[in-house]
């Protein structure tokens, strides 16, 4: 399965980004929270963040693997779904305002995310429209 691959590569990524928090609570002796440091904060973060959209992101993309959408659009998806999250990560540990990798990262992301839920919901969609047609077609 190619989703596996991406699955694998980005828990890769939230696992780096996972060892950067451990680090930093372990250097500052930080136990819970954010212990009042700004750079744990943006750690933390970073993290979350993977972890908040990933999940939702490869269930897509496994869904319209096993829907049989061909395999450059699901490598396609599932490159653009490391790289956004990379360059989020990436833009949201060098700075807590606004950053270009921040934003690219975050913007692809969401517009990722609604073009896989517009792909999964014609994949179910899609059979019963053309049932429908055969079913009119054939009456007629």
Known sequence: ??????AGLCTLLVLTLAGRVMARRLSHKIGIG????HEMVKRVRAHANAVEYLPLALL??????LNGYPNAVIHG???T???SRVL??????????????????ILFTLLLMVA???FAIAGFVSPY????????????
């Open 88 to 105: 989020h990560a990436w833009g949201l540990s060098r700075s807590s305002s606004a950053s270009p990798g921040r934003f690219v990262g």
């Open 129 to 140: 429209l053309a049932s429908d047609v055969e079913a009119q077609e054939y009456e007629g």
């Open 34 to 37: 954010d212990g009042g440091d």
């Open 81 to 83: 779904l490391l790289v």
């Open 77 to 79: 998806f599932g490159a």
């Open 1 to 6: 399965m190619i989703t596996l691959l991406y």
């Open 60 to 65: 897509l993309l496994g869904g319209m693997e």
């Open 116 to 118: 896989m839920s517009l």
